[in-house]
């Protein structure tokens, strides 16, 4: 009797030691396929194509890039700018609202395809994202409050307290003239701030000052310096997304050849803003 018992916890342990050998080696092919650049392009693309949808990360609280109008309709340059990709992909587009500092992990949790949120392209950025082409060029501007006397360039930000995004390429221009960053969740909430004379300043996009001012002409803010270099702003996508991202590309430059960019920025800014 116990040597019967003795085979069959035997025969028991040979058969799931096979069983979990067996499972191993199916899972190395699937893992490779999922990991491999090739496999991601492919996929995202297909799941893009599949759904019939392309879902878009954006703030929603950044005019005129993405905003709420006051119907509550979300709209602005990136908005439009995002919705005719997807038209040329040929499917709807989806957008998906959250803070700027939370738009890249949303990013790479996969819950968006793509962000489209002005973002400036950087080295650091493209070492962990893919960028489509250009398709906005601003510069840098450094505002204060109308009585500030102490602050009137870059260079007088040295020791000051400055309201930025945390992740956003404003805040490292702040921080690089030796501001201290005060974590905002956007441009409204830094303007607020700063009228309230809790921040000394804010570094921002010249586009999105200058609306504010058109739109606020009596806001006791002003524009006191610019930077000389002007960033490059694009869509931005996840690592090994470039069937995608090529695609992206390829509906940027025919809305640029057939003038639709041109009616897009022009409603938005009054002017080219690639060029």
């Known amino acids: 009797m116990k040597k019967f018992s003795l085979l069959l916890v035997l025969l028991l342990a040979a058969i799931v030691l096979a069983a979990c050998g067996g499972g191993s080696t199916e899972e190395d092919p699937t ?3 999922a990991t491999g650049s090739g496999g991601t392009e492919e996929d995202v693309l297909a799941k893009v194509k599949e759904e019939g949808k392309l879902v878009v990360g954006t703030e929603g609280t950044y005019p005129p890039f993405t905003f709420h109008d006051d119907s509550g309709k979300l709209t602005g340059f990136d908005v439009e700018i ?3 990709v997807g038209k040329r992909l040929g499917v709807e587009v989806e957008f998906l609202e959250t803070q700027w ?5 949303g990013l790479d949790s996969g819950r968006f395809d ?3 949120n002005q973002v400036g392209i950087n080295p650091e950025r493209e070492e962990s994202y893919e960028f489509s082409d250009p398709y906005i060029s601003s510069t840098a501007v450094l505002v204060v409050a109308k009585d500030n006397e102490e602050i009137k360039s ?3 930000l040295e020791g ?3 309201a930025q995004s945390l992740t956003s390429n404003y805040a490292e221009t702040a921080r690089s003239f030796g501001a201290e960053i005060e974590g905002v969740e956007g441009f ?3 303007i607020e701030l700063l009228n309230s004379g809790r921040v000394d300043a804010t570094v921002n996009d010249n586009l999105t000052v200058l609306d504010f001012l058109k739109q606020r002409p009596d806001a006791n803010i002003e524009i006191v310096d610019e930077a000389s270099d002007a960033a490059k702003s694009a ?3 996840r690592k090994g997304s470039g069937a995608i991202v090529e695609e992206a590309n390829t509906a940027l430059a025919e809305m640029i050849e057939d003038g639709t960019y041109d009616k897009i920025s022009e409603k938005w800014f009054g002017e080219n803003v690639l060029e």
């Open 235 to 237: 869509l931005l996508f």
């Open 82 to 84: 995002a919705q005719e």
């Open 160 to 162: 000051k307290l400055s």
């Open 188 to 190: 409204n909430q830094a």
């Open 114 to 116: 793509m962000v489209a």
């Open 101 to 105: 500092d939370a738009m890249f992990a």
């Open 31 to 33: 893992t490779d396929d």
């Open 154 to 156: 870059f260079e007088d």
